[in-house]
């Protein structure tokens, strides 16, 4: 049976403002996200009461994945001609998922009334990602919104595969519309899958022009975004989602009549580790020697009308 290192309740609280934006953070439960919200209006799913007095991972407005995003299938990773275990992260899935920082506690390194910096630590134990390496997760509320910063480094003694990106939580009311830019569309996610490579844009899953989201049904991971999603709700609220450095893809996950909309910029395409292994090209899998880092930033900017 496996045993869970999870956070049992969101801890301690941090706060920080400027203007009319707060965003709120639960630094010992996995960096996570508890609010964010503008003019008095929710940016991001607020944390519902059970996450805060639990910890359920799912429950909260936005995580960082780190040391990978999304499953790994199969029991494990093969790195170098070496099979490595990992045993699953939550018990909320079937497989290892987005690694261990969004379920372990982060250290505070520097606050001010708008910023916030965490570091976390991570050394291997059995069935966890089998290499040491440090997490900088760096949130800065400015005038335009929120900006968030995520670093990877190699804390081990050999070269380690890598990954990085965020996972927010967008509320999503009838008539809302997104728009982005992609070159490609990754097969859906399956053991059977990770030999598969990259396809073209399906038109039924291509968002070049704005579609309502509303009713929509997707988990898929897009290659070659453009940098910029845009989220429109029918009262006129606008949100712009970007992402540079390393966060090259984008997650979009919605489940069938979810009240939210995933939107998630990350570096390597699911079950990147055995992508990568099988030789599929575009698996965005970066192998970062001792001392290296990886990193990248995502923006998310409301509109100041509407």
């Known amino acids: 049976m496996t045993r869970f290192s999870v956070p049992g309740t969101a ?43 639990t910890g359920k991972c799912y429950e909260f407005a936005g995580f960082p994945l780190l040391p990978y995003s999304g499953p790994i299938f199969g029991g494990g990773f093969r790195f170098k001609d070496e099979f490595f275990p990992l045993k699953r992260t939550v018990p ?8 261990e920082g969004w379920i372990r506690p982060w250290t505070i390194v520097a606050q001010e009334a708008d910023r916030l910096v965490l ?13 040491a390496w440090r997490g900088e997760v ?37 008539g809302t519309v997104m728009r982005f830019d992609a070159l490609g569309l990754w097969p859906p996610d399956s053991e059977d899958a990770v030999t598969l490579p990259c396809g073209p844009l399906l038109p ?71 992508r990568q292994a099988a030789g599929v090209p575009g698996h965005g899998v970066h192998v970062l020697e001792p001392g290296e880092s990886l990193q990248g930033s995502l923006h998310i900017r409301p509109s100041p009308h509407g």
């Open 11 to 53: 801890g301690p609280l941090v706060s920080l403002s400027r203007g009319d934006k707060t965003v709120t953070i639960a630094p010992a439960c996995g960096a996570r996200i508890v609010a964010f919200t503008a003019r008095g209006r929710d940016i991001l799913r607020p944390a519902s009461a059970a996450g805060l007095a």
């Open 138 to 174: 760096d949130f800065h509320v400015d005038d335009d919104g929120l900006s968030i910063g995520i670093a990877l480094s190699c804390r081990d003694h050999r070269p380690m595969p890598a990954g990085i990106g965020f996972h927010p939580y967008f509320p999503k009311s009838p």
């Open 204 to 274: 039924g899953l291509d968002f070049t022009q704005p579609r309502d989201v509303s009713a929509i049904v997707l988990d898929r991971c897009y290659e070659g975004w453009g940098g910029k999603v845009e989220l429109a709700h029918a009262d006129g609220r606008r949100i712009a989602i970007m992402g540079d450095g390393a966060l090259r893809k984008l997650q979009i996950y919605d489940a069938w009549d979810y009240p939210y909309i995933c939107i998630e910029p990350v570096s390597n395409a699911n079950d990147g580790f055995n």
């Open 92 to 99: 909320e899935e079937p497989t290892a998922t987005h690694g």
């Open 119 to 131: 570091h976390l630590d991570h050394r291997p134990a059995e069935g966890e990602f089998p290499f």
